[in-house]
């Protein structure tokens, strides 16, 4: 049984480039989250889709940030133009909610380096 | 703003000692998560807690869920070494707490 697969494990870029990241969330899942953790942040819920249609976009820093959902099984999160301050770990996450409430399955998160 | 607090952020004990996280939240919130987080790893569901006075355990570890008082609490019990690390709570919409960094000493 294939967890949520995020994609690149590993990214460094130069400031102003852009850059996106990729997740596959566990298929039936109904729910994905993008998170991003870092020291200073801890972990902020950046947003979240319910059924492919965003819910709660607050946690989005600024424009330079989008998240889309195009189906079931594919988001992705992009910066443009990515900064220093954007370097950090990014986790997306996927849960299900036809049990009754359930956990989040998080991915092995994609860690970013803006130089 | 919904804000979630634990306390302490860092935890230092010696094996076979017990010890109690506490998890605060501000809003009403009927169910409660923890998460454990390995350095350098992804996070991992330890428990659910959907109602009040909900009590679950796992090997060394207890959560249990007052939604009355907003709090929840992770005993730990008899510490091993491999209970090092990040402990997370999250409730409502997955915000998360600001972690504790659990380390167990020989």
């Known amino acids: 049984d294939a967890g949520v697969i995020q994609s690149p494990r590993h990214e460094v870029t130069e400031m102003g480039q852009e850059v996106t990241l990729r997740c596959k969330p566990i298929?039936?899942?109904?729910?994905l989250f993008w998170y991003r953790q870092t020291m200073m942040r801890g972990l902020e819920l950046l947003i979240y889709?319910?059924?492919?249609?965003?819910?709660?976009d607050s946690g989005m820093p600024e424009d330079r940030f989008s998240a889309k959902m195009p189906n079931a099984s594919f988001s992705t999160l992009k910066i443009q133009p990515s900064e220093p301050r954007d370097s950090a770990v990014y986790f997306c996450?996927?849960?299900?909610?036809?049990?009754?409430?359930?956990?989040?399955?998080f991915g092995d998160g994609t860690r970013l380096s803006i130089l | 703003e919904l804000k979630v607090e634990q306390n302490p952020l860092f935890l230092s004990m010696q094996e076979g000692k017990n010890y109690t996280i506490y998890c605060n939240y501000s809003?009403?919130?009927?169910?409660l998560y923890w998460y454990r987080q390995d350095p350098g790893k992804s996070l991992e569901s330890l428990f659910v807690?959907?109602?009040?006075?909900a009590v679950k355990q796992e090997g060394r570890l207890m959560a249990s869920l007052d939604t009355k008082a907003r709090l929840s609490t992770l005993h730990i019990t008899a510490a091993v070494h491999d209970l090092s690390a990040t402990y997370f709570c999250?409730?409502?919409?997955?915000?998360f707490g600001a972690g504790t960094r659990l380390t167990v000493k020989p």
């Open positions: 996450a996927s849960s299900w909610t036809g049990m009754g409430n359930q956990p989040q399955h």
């Open positions: 298929s039936g899942h109904d729910y």
């Open positions: 889709f319910n059924n492919n249609v965003p819910i709660d």
């Open positions: 809003t009403t919130s009927d169910r």
């Open positions: 807690l959907l109602s009040n006075g």
């Open positions: 999250a409730v409502l919409d997955m915000r």
